[in-house]
């Protein structure tokens, strides 16, 4: 008689988890950062940990990184052709189409992650022009994932002074990047992070413009000899995004429980960001690579530089008949608030 009641309850129990798993629903994830990456370890793994949780596994994942579905240059259409439902877009390789919100790549941008996080996330919740942006490329912003300013690094001696950086060959994510650096006097390379080891090892680039929270992951400690520690040649940002048309389509609860769990991962990680930002410059110059901060006179000469780089990129976005003053006010505005 037990037995009998015991495997009624059995069946039950089984009917009712098949249930469950078959009116879950499975989004599929692509991004180009590699597992290890911070950027996955603290934002995309924990925020889909958080909605599955949130959503008591209504909403499952199906997590495609290292570029297996779509490259650095390929995130956004990735979600446009219905290839993935969640894509990291790389806003360094969608400024053609999204060119507004390039404007938070700009240099001297913000000081932190954790402020660049905040004023980026006020001005996304705010349906102003870089909002609309994302909408008029069919998806929503979930979780903001911004680096700390980028340095100089090299593979030789310190690019210390306007004069060493002119002429050197620097890679770079492409987008306002590229204008950056020509206003420096160097000549930009346009190239994705996984190939910028065997670039620096054989010489094919002086040196590159990067997070030095993207060093490790792509193992570039092991072929560099030297970076700047307190530059702000403008940020990487990427923004985890879901298409717009499954999003208008989830239920209330479930967009409250993506939303919810995006700004709530996307403040942990910036601040991780900052403090792994000084841990690192620590540990490089320990492990004999020289971190070096530009002098006053160093940074005013650099700084001239920035500003006619950021009024060239606003021109330029302007010339294409966009609202680019508007929506770098709109950014600024943002900023230390």
Not at 54 to 75: C, H, R, V, W
Not at 179 to 185: F, M, N
Not at 223 to 243: E, L
Not at 254 to 269: I, L
Request: glycine content about 6%; charged content about 20%; hydrophobic content about 40%.
């Amino acid at each position: 008689m037990w037995r009998s009641k015991i495997a009624k309850s059995l069946l039950v129990g089984s009917a009712l988890l098949c249930s469950a798993a078959a009116s879950a629903e499975t989004l599929v994830v692509t991004t180009n950062l590699p597992p290890a990456h911070w950027a996955s370890t603290k934002g995309g793994e924990p925020w889909m940990a958080c909605v599955k949780q949130a959503t008591n596994n209504e909403i499952d994942f199906k997590y495609f990184p290292s570029g297996q579905l779509a490259s650095f240059f390929e995130s956004l259409k990735a979600v446009n052709d219905g290839l993935a439902q969640v894509s990291y877009i790389v806003l360094s390789a969608q400024t053609d189409k999204m060119p507004l919100n390039g404007l938070a790549l700009l240099p001297e941008m913000g000081d932190s992650v954790v402020e660049i996080t905040k004023a980026y996330r006020k001005v996304l919740d705010s349906d102003g022009l870089l909002a609309k942006e994302f909408a008029k490329n069919r998806i929503k912003p979930l979780l903001i994932n911004a680096f700390p300013p980028y340095q100089m690094l090299s593979r030789g001696e310190p690019m210390d002074t306007i004069e060493k950086l002119s002429t050197k060959k620097i890679s770079t994510g492409g987008g306002t990047l590229i204008i950056t650096l020509k206003s420096l006097g160097s000549s930009a390379i346009e190239m994705s992070s996984a190939d910028l080891y065997l670039a620096l090892q054989q010489g094919t680039v002086d040196g590159t413009m990067l997070s030095l929270t993207s060093v490790k992951p792509y193992n570039l400690q092991e072929v560099i000899k030297s970076t700047s520690g307190n530059a702000n040649f403008g940020v990487a940002v990427g923004v985890w995004s879901i298409d717009a048309a499954l999003w208008k389509k989830m239920s209330p609860a479930h967009q409250k429980a993506m939303s919810d769990c995006g700004t709530k991962v996307e403040m942990d990680m910036a601040r991780y960001a900052d403090q792994l930002q000084t841990d690192l410059k620590a540990e490089f110059a320990k492990s004999g690579i020289t971190v070096f901060d530009y002098t006053s006179e160093a940074m005013a000469a650099i700084d001239k530089r920035l500003k006619k780089s950021k009024d060239d990129y606003v021109a330029r976005i302007a010339s294409r008949g966009l609202p680019a003053q508007e929506a770098y006010k709109e950014y600024t505005g943002a900023l230390g608030q």
